[in-house]
DNA sequence: CTCCGTTAGATTGCATACATCTAACCCATG
DNA sequence: CATGGGTTAGATGTATGCAATCTAACGGAG
């Protein structure tokens, strides 16, 4: 895997992650060969790499679409997440030196700004590299490439729903709050809220409706 | 992905898995397309999805190796894996069918059988017959294939060390005991073992070194 | 004797050609 | 007019050829 490949799973994630292939959506190894300008062999290594991180599904002879994560699984999604994250920001709250604290810190204010502004773009950016810096915190390859294809998942829904603004408003608290629990070097208190954060965007991004378990935190 | 790339997958994971193709040997395309009586195209793409799936590791122009985990990833293995199957067990208890645990109960009381007699192979087959079903019956595919990887990561160990006898004992009543908590519909109970059981399988099988998070249950 | 540059062999990455499968269309028939 | 089957066009799966890159062995200089 080098230029071409590379290249092509970079351009076909960010069209995928970006909504402009919408999920759903027949992606012919053809097509895409023509668009970027390369042949059949590295779109196909493209397509099945993404298939992997759960971006696309491939079904065989029948080719590969943008998936369509059913509600029950994006459910499921945001309680596996809150305990994985949960478990970097223990890890981070132990581990992290002053500087990524830090690093930490700037971008949670950054993207606190952003949000009083109503800048969903910038907050969507900021929010990816808030989770992906902490994830990686955690000082494991295994960690961040296993939250990975969730968190890629949960990108997906920004095209279905958003924030309201109370969410909004809770979701940045807790990014600062986080921080403040990392500063404090308080494993426990990283790790609840990072879970709450979780449960919180769940409940916000699905809606009222009936999940398929209850949590008892 | 038909015939030959699906029968290329199934017996270059067998292999892996089994010991066959110890931690850190070389694949090379041409020996296994030879091997396996099929070209290079299907074992390339073999290849590429048990990377994804964590058995193999692929450098640009390099080629393919078994992956070898560091003792520090497998840490963190353990400890992802104590939290997501603790989520599906928490969910079996809700949503699991009598038959469902009857199926469960029927895999630990034989695989209890099999401890008594020091049957490894069959222990170890079963277990890991045990952990895949409870997480199937979280009815998410989600959390089945994002476990998957992390699972056989961990079977990978097989060849290093091997529970010790109290260990058995502790992973049998364990075994057990969740049956009890899921026919008890007690979410948190069933939880609570999971968890245990994973924290204690880290423990027998990393050995008493430093661990990379410290856990307060 | 050791170290480094060169070169030959082998291996991977990409492109293309052939085989097989899916699905849509058309036409014949009840 | 609806339905069923056969046919055909397009797409995916597989095999193979070619170019680029890596590995390792070899020989020469210090």
Same mark, same amino acid.
């Given at each position: 895997?080098?230029?071409?490949?590379?290249?092509?799973?970079?351009?076909? %994630?960010? %069209?995928?992650?970006?909504?402009?292939?919408?999920?759903?959506?027949?992606?012919?190894?053809?097509?895409?060969?023509?668009?970027?300008?390369?042949?059949?062999?590295?779109?196909?290594? !493209?397509?099945?790499?993404?298939?992997?991180?759960?971006?696309?599904?491939?079904?065989?002879?029948?080719?590969? %679409?943008?998936?369509?994560?059913?509600?029950?699984?994006?459910?499921?999604?945001?309680? =596996?997440?809150?305990?994985?994250?949960?478990?970097?920001?223990?890890?981070?709250?132990?581990?992290?030196?002053? !500087?990524? =604290?830090?690093?930490?810190?700037?971008?949670?204010?950054?993207? !606190?700004?952003?949000?009083?502004?109503?800048?969903?773009?910038?907050?969507?950016?900021?929010?990816?590299?808030?989770?992906?810096?902490?994830?990686?915190?955690?000082?494991?390859?295994?960690?961040?490439?296993?939250?990975?294809?969730?968190?890629?998942?949960?990108?997906?829904?920004?095209?279905?729903?958003?924030?309201?603004?109370? !969410?909004?408003?809770?979701?940045?608290?807790?990014?600062?709050?986080?921080?403040?629990?990392?500063?404090?070097?308080?494993?426990?208190?990283?790790?609840?809220?990072?879970?709450?954060?979780?449960?919180?965007? %769940?409940?916000?991004?699905?809606?009222?409706?009936?999940?398929?378990?209850?949590?008892?935190?």
């Amino acid at each position: 895997m080098t230029a071409a490949s590379d290249r092509a799973v970079e351009r076909l %994630r960010e %069209r995928i992650l970006s909504g402009e292939y919408a999920p759903g959506e027949r992606l012919g190894e053809v097509e895409l060969a023509d668009k970027l300008g390369v042949s059949r062999t590295p779109v196909r290594e !493209a397509l099945r790499l993404l298939a992997a991180e759960g971006l696309v599904e491939i079904t065989t002879n029948k080719g590969a %679409r943008v998936v369509e994560y059913p509600a029950h699984d994006l459910d499921h999604i945001f309680l =596996i997440r809150a305990r994985i994250e949960g478990l970097s920001a223990r890890t981070a709250a132990i581990h992290a030196s002053d !500087a990524d =604290i830090d690093k930490l810190d700037e971008i949670a204010t950054e993207l !606190a700004g952003y949000a009083a502004h109503g800048e969903l773009d910038e907050v969507y950016r900021l929010n990816a590299d808030y989770h992906s810096t902490l994830n990686g915190l955690s000082g494991s390859a295994v960690v961040l490439s296993t939250i990975g294809s969730l968190i890629h998942a949960t990108v997906l829904l920004r095209t279905l729903h958003s924030f309201d603004e109370a !969410a909004m408003r809770r979701s940045v608290s807790h990014h600062l709050e986080i921080v403040a629990a990392l500063r404090a070097r308080d494993p426990d208190w990283a790790e609840a809220v990072m879970h709450a954060h979780l449960l919180s965007a %769940r409940a916000s991004l699905l809606g009222p409706r009936k999940h398929a378990v209850e949590e008892t935190p």
